[in-house]
């Protein structure tokens, strides 16, 4: 099926309301090969680009691009009246009848006890079951101190799941925001250390803060394939750059562990401040 006719209704960037697809290949007929769809959005906290909150409409976002594994970044869990102090994970994982994983950056104390703790994010949908999940620590710059200084700290999730009998290892990031890229240097260098202990199908999905070209992320096209959708992501009302990001392992030297990636696009919406990235790939057996 057509990344076209699988978002039926979501405007998709990228010339692909021009193409479909090709029909599968032999291989992929002979069971050699494995679809999957994934999909990265930085939810700006559940606000559209006309400032308010509407999880709905994002949900609709979504659900609009039938991915089977979803990225998400900048996501709260009870943080404060700017998301309603609701569970944004989980809620879109309800709503969406998918699986879910959440690594929070920040978790702090709640406003009175017996609430909550207070906790802002990345976070992993899937509708294949997570068999295990992990919140790595990278390199930081908080912003809830006046005055920080570069430290670990938590938030770049990675989850185990198994696609069809294939074990799929896939990590969501978002990477320091600022200009000096030298904080998002360190995290590209802890990135690829902590992606290199793991074998097989890998799958980074992430708001970057950066371009493709940026000579912080080049170290990444080292070992990953990146899904350019030929689109900018941000800012969503117009879109000049692109620093939303699917990229995927390349055949390790005995040749395993290759993604493949079919086609990219960049959905036309407004219900965050990014626009998500869709990709359709190939896990090679």
Not at 106 to 122: C, H, K, N
Not at 200 to 215: K, S, V
Request: charged letters at 25%.
């Amino acid at each position: 099926m057509s990344l076209r006719r699988r978002t039926a209704g979501l405007s998709i960037a990228a010339g692909l309301l021009a193409t479909a697809f090709a029909p599968p290949s032999g291989a992929a007929e002979r069971g050699h090969v494995v679809a999957l769809r994934v999909a990265t959005y930085n939810i700006h906290a559940g606000a559209g680009t006309d400032g308010v909150f509407d999880l709905e409409r994002q949900a609709a976002a979504l659900r609009a691009l039938d991915a089977d594994v979803i990225g998400l970044q900048e996501v709260d869990a009870h943080w404060g009246a700017r998301s309603e102090w609701r569970d944004l994970a989980s809620e879109l994982a309800e709503r969406l009848h998918m699986h879910v994983s959440f690594a929070p950056i920040y978790s702090l104390d709640p406003v009175a006890v017996g609430e909550p703790r207070r906790e802002f994010g990345v976070a992993v949908l899937s509708r294949y079951r997570i068999l295990d999940a992990e919140n790595h620590e990278i390199t930081r710059l908080s912003t809830q101190d006046p005055d920080p200084v570069p430290a670990p700290a938590p938030g770049f999730g990675e989850v185990l799941l198994r696609v069809r009998g294939l074990p799929v290892r896939v990590y969501v990031t978002h990477l320091d925001y600022r200009p000096d890229p030298s904080v998002r240097t360190v995290q590209v260098a802890e990135t690829r250390r902590i992606m290199a202990r793991d074998r097989g199908h890998r799958i980074l999905l992430g708001d970057f803060n950066a371009t493709p070209d940026a000579p912080e992320l080049a170290p990444l096209w080292k070992e990953l394939t990146d899904a350019d959708p030929g689109a900018p992501t941000f800012p969503a009302a117009d879109p000049v750059n692109r620093i939303d990001f699917v990229a995927v392992s390349k055949a390790g030297r005995t040749g395993a562990g290759q993604v493949r990636v079919c086609e990219a696009a960049v959905a036309e919406t407004l219900a965050s401040d990014h626009r998500p990235l869709v990709a359709d790939l190939e896990l090679r057996r």
